[in-house]
């Protein structure tokens, strides 16, 4: 019986062809599954325990002159402390204030909740693109703000009263 088998090699080659095909589909699924989840990224990449987070709880236009103050309070969610050196304020006309020599705030430590005072015009000494503008009741504005680690973060925020 088994000299039969050795003899007809039409046999083994049509069982070894269709196993040697299973393993490579079995194969494939696994690296289209592994690629499609993202867990050989987050494998090769190390973590980054010194990440900076910044979120906006709220913001505030004035009290002194809310035409030309917003003061934006944020909180340091990330695992370093934040020293912000940068910010830019655009307009829903692509007109931007620009301060980027920026002594304001003092760094915010992990889980605090921290003050940015933003002054635009001429007062803040910034530099400006497009036409002048004010924070005017109703607009909407984009604020970006930079630390000094080089970590960019935006945030819309807008004039109600």
């Known amino acids: 019986m088994f000299r039969r088998l050795v003899r007809n090699k039409k046999g083994i080659d049509t069982i070894l062809a269709s196993l040697l095909m299973v393993v490579i589909v079995v194969a494939a699924s696994v690296m289209v599954f592994v690629y499609a989840t993202g867990l050989f990224g987050a494998l090769t990449q190390a973590p980054n325990l010194q990440k900076e ?95 000094s680690r080089g970590s960019t973060f935006s945030y819309s925020v807008v004039r109600y009263s």
């Open 53 to 147: 987070a910044l979120s906006l709880e709220f913001s505030s236009f004035g009290p002194n002159n809310p035409t030309y103050n917003v003061t934006l309070y944020l909180r340091n969610t990330g695992g370093t402390p934040i020293t912000l050196v940068t910010y830019y304020v655009k307009n829903s006309n692509s007109s931007q204030y620009a301060k980027t020599a920026w002594t304001g705030p003092p760094s915010i430590t992990p889980t605090t909740l921290g003050q940015a005072q933003l002054l635009i015009s001429s007062a803040c000494s910034c530099t400006s693109t497009g036409g002048a503008f004010t924070f005017s009741t109703g607009n909407s504005y984009t604020i970006t703000l930079l630390s």
